[in-house]
Each structure stands twice: as structure tokens, then as C-alpha cells.
């Protein structure tokens, strides 16, 4: 039966279904529109459609390490309840994504969306609320570079952090007390949401606007314009140590900072240890949203 375009789309405004799926379901139903509405009803897909404009904020934070601790993944993937992000056709559903993600490394979340859409949907028709894949990361280590990806979840998983944490030999890498420093700066991130690894990785527009800040409250508190520079470079290095990773203090030693931790262990160990990339996903936030893959 041949099929007009003016069917289509009468099935779409009714059911908010997809074109190609609307033209399928009336090829199947021979041109019948409610037998076709049957159709994508049975198929999933129709209910699916209706719930995609419903909020999902709830949902969970999940990694995955690949390759011999050399590839890492954080995905976001977002439902409407907790009740929902806590049952196992939405656990078995993000670890379907992740899989996808490692084997087929996407260009963005976008991608993933489509490729997986019709997945997807069965789950959302199954439990009954809008599922939607938020982000992800991805951190690669090169052949030439020696260390590790360190992946940490936070009890609940609604908070996860990625970081490379690299070294000069294979040996070092099994090395209990390395991957205990990697586990803890993982923890580290977790719990102060570092902005950067080192104060040279700050933006500069940041900085400068960080500069003005300080200096206009120097200025409204009665300051001494000779002493405003003194100032604001005083309050700049309270800041560096608040979102440089290594100027922090440590959280679980106060008395010293993560560079002093790192140096501690490579005189325990012999050898450089260096931070890499980092990623930080806490479910809902709108920041850190693009997709890195570190080469």
C-alpha cells in the first residue's frame, strides 16, 4: 500500500512520533492510523515520545576502566526519580551506554542519543519515565606515557571524578602506595572541586576578574591605594589554593598540601609522579559538559 506523506503526518502529530517510524507503522498497518498508534504503542516507542518532555533530573554518575587502567569513562545519565535511577533496567542500561561509548568513542553526547535511541526507549517505556544520556568523558593514556586512570564514585552516585595520574615506569604503577595516592587525589577532587591542576592552567580573564574583585574591596573598605596591589596579590594566593588541585590542602592532612603528598610519595617511590587531566561530574550540574578524550 502506498503510503502519503499527509498520513505521516497526521500519525506524527498524533503520537509525536518520528517520521520514519510513523511511515513504518502505517506500512505494517496497511494506511490504518489507529492500528499504526497501536503499533508504536506496542513497539514502545509512542510512550517513550510522550515522556521526553518530562524533567529527568534525578539519574546517577557511573565510570568505567578500561584497557589495564588505561582508559577511563564518566557518563551521566539522567531519569525523573531516584526510585527509578536505583533499579537494575537502569543500572543494565548504563552500562549498555558506557560499553557503547569505550567501543565506539563518539564525537559528543549527541551522537550517543541517536545511535542508541531505540535502546533507549524500550527502557523508558518499561519504567515509565523520560531517560536521557546527559554527558560524558573519556581519558586515554598514549602509548608513550607511563601511569594510570583513577576513577572514584561517591556513595549514591551522584558525584564521580576521572584523573590521570602519570609516572616514568610500569613497576610504580602496581605499586600499592602509588595507586593509594592516586585513589586519594581522586577523593581529593571529589570532595573540592578543583578547578584547575596548576594556577598556569587558570584562565587569564578569571584571573583578572578575580583582581578586580579583590581590589574593589580594598577599596570600599577604606584601603590606602599603595597597599591595594599587596592586597590583592595576598587574597590571589588564598584563591590559587582554593581551586589549583596542588596548592589545596590536603583533606585528609590539613597541615599539608596535595604537591607536598605527590612529593612525599616520589621520594618514597624514585621517580616523578605527575597529575594529568581531571573530570568532575555532579549529577545536575550544567558545567563540564563537553566530552574529552586525552590522547
Known amino acids: 500500500m502506498n503510503i502519503t506523506a499527509e498520513q505521516v503526518k497526521q500519525l506524527r502529530e498524533q503520537t509525536g512520533v518520528g517520521m520514519m517510524d510513523c511511515k513504518k507503522a502505517l506500512e505494517k498497518s496497511d494506511g490504518d492510523m489507529q492500528k499504526a498508534t497501536d503499533y508504536l504503542r506496542e513497539q514502545g516507542i509512542a510512550r517513550a515520545t510522550q515522556k521526553a518532555s518530562r524533567v529527568a533530573k534525578d539519574g546517577l554518575i557511573y565510570s568505567d576502566i578500561q584497557s589495564q587502567d588505561r582508559l577511563g569513562l564518566l557518563l551521566e545519565l539522567n531519569c525523573e526519580t531516584d526510585f527509578v535511577a536505583r533499579t537494575e533496567d537502569f543500572k543494565q542500561l548504563t552500562r549498555e551506554i558506557a560499553g557503547w561509548i569505550i567501543q565506539n568513542r563518539p564525537k559528543d553526547i549527541n551522537q550517543v542519543i541517536d545511535s542508541l535511541k531505540e535502546r533507549m526507549d524500550q527502557v523508558i517505556a518499561k519504567l515509565g519515565e523520560n531517560i536521557t544520556a546527559k554527558r560524558f568523558a573519556l581519558l586515554e593514556l598514549n602509548n608513550q606515557t607511563r601511569g594510570l586512570i583513577q576513577s572514584y564514585i561517591h556513595p549514591g552516585d551522584k558525584l564521580g571524578v576521572l ?14 602506595e602509588f595507586r593509594t595516592l592516586a585513589k586519594n587525589i581522586s577523593m581529593q577532587i571529589a570532595a573540592t572541586n578543583p578547578l584547575v591542576v596548576t594556577r598556569d592552567k587558570l584562565d587569564q580573564e578569571i584571573l ?22 599587596k592586597i590583592v596579590q595576598g587574597k590571589l594566593e588564598k584563591y590559587f589554593q582554593e581551586v589549583c588541585l596542588l596548592e589545596q590542602p590536603f583533606v585528609k592532612d590539613q597541615d599539608r598540601s ?22 568532575r561530574f555532579r549529577l545536575g550540574d550544567e558545567t563540564g559538559c563537553t566530552e574529552i578524550v586525552s590522547h
Open 163 to 176: 584523573v590521570e595520574l602519570k609516572c616514568q615506569t610500569d613497576t610504580v604503577i602496581q605499586n600499592p
Open 258 to 279: 596535595v604537591k607536598d603528598r605527590i612529593i612525599e610519595t616520589q621520594k618514597s617511590l624514585g621517580e616523578e609522579i605527575t597529575v594529568g587531566e581531571f573530570v
Open 208 to 229: 583578572e576578574k578575580e583582581k578586580d574583585i579583590y581590589r574593589t574591596q580594598a577599596k570600599n573598605e577604606g584601603k590606602p591605594e599603595k597597599i591595594l596591589d
